[in-house]
């Protein structure tokens, strides 16, 4: 579904990726590991388009994503939760949600807001509240929510539980169990590699801007868990 070939990308003189190749298959959940720096971000964020690759290709169902901006990705299925969850702290919760569904139908947008205010209450329960008013985890709940809210084939999410309490983990990793259920695919980043390892069928090890290691979380589980603590 997702193939990265080569990829490379530099901020001025940083370079952040170099020669960096994965792939995602359809249905399967990949993490990538790696500590501060790595290039997870990078590798996220020159998926959906937010930064320009400076080599290599990128793919998505076998279409080279290289000259379309970030509506048209979103457009073709490829939804995106940033690190931090930024979502925008004065509009409501649901207004937050709906905020990606510009060109989704709405007959769908609002089948999945229903879907998803069951799998998280909060949604509807604090549905008109400004989502600056919520904790962190909540907040992470509406970003994981208005990513999911266009449907997307491919869900890339960097670093969902960035600074949550193991509560919110639990609940975090719930609704993306719920994701793959309903089929979705899915490209995770986490530092906190533990609870993630626990969702993904296949790792990517990451440091100084390169793939070191990939295989299956087993294969990897070790190195991928040593990662964490350097
Ligand atoms: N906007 C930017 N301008 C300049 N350098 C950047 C920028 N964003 C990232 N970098 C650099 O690129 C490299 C990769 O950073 P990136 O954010 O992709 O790593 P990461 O694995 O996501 O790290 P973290 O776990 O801290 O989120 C780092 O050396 C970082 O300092
Ligand atoms: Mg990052």
Request: hydrophobic share 50%.
């Given at each position: 579904m997702l193939k990265v070939e080569r990829l490379g990308v530099r901020y001025g003189g940083i370079t952040?990726?170099?020669e960096v190749s994965i792939e995602v298959q359809q249905g399967e959940t990949v993490l990538l590991v790696g500590s501060n720096g790595a290039g997870k971000s990078s590798l996220i964020n020159a998926v959906i388009g937010l930064v320009p690759a400076a080599s290599g290709s990128i793919r998505f169902e076998g279409q080279d994503?290289?000259?379309?901006a970030c509506p048209a990705r979103a457009r073709m299925g490829i939804g995106y939760s940033p690190e931090g969850r930024r979502?925008?702290?004065?509009?409501s919760v649901t207004e937050n949600v709906l905020s990606?569904?510009?060109?989704?139908?709405q007959a769908k947008a609002r089948e999945n807001l229903a879907w998803m205010q069951q799998v998280f209450p909060l949604l509807s329960e604090r549905?008109?509240?400004?989502?600056?008013?919520?904790s962190g985890g909540q907040q992470q709940v509406v970003a994981l929510a208005r990513a999911v809210s266009t449907l997307p084939k491919l869900l890339l999410l960097d670093e969902?539980?960035?600074?949550?309490?193991p509560v919110w983990i639990g609940r975090i990793s719930e609704a993306i169990r719920e994701l793959q259920r309903r089929g979705t695919t899915i490209l995770m980043t986490e530092q906190m590699a533990r609870p993630a390892l626990k969702l993904a069928d296949r790792a990517y090890v990451m440091r100084s801007g390169e793939v070191r290691r990939s295989g299956t979380v087993d294969e990897i589980r070790e190195l991928a868990l040593a990662e964490e603590y350097l």
């Open positions: 952040a990726l170099r994503l290289a000259k379309l979502i925008f702290r004065s509009l990606s569904t510009l060109g989704v139908p549905g008109d509240q400004p989502a600056n008013q919520l969902p539980f960035l600074g949550l309490a």
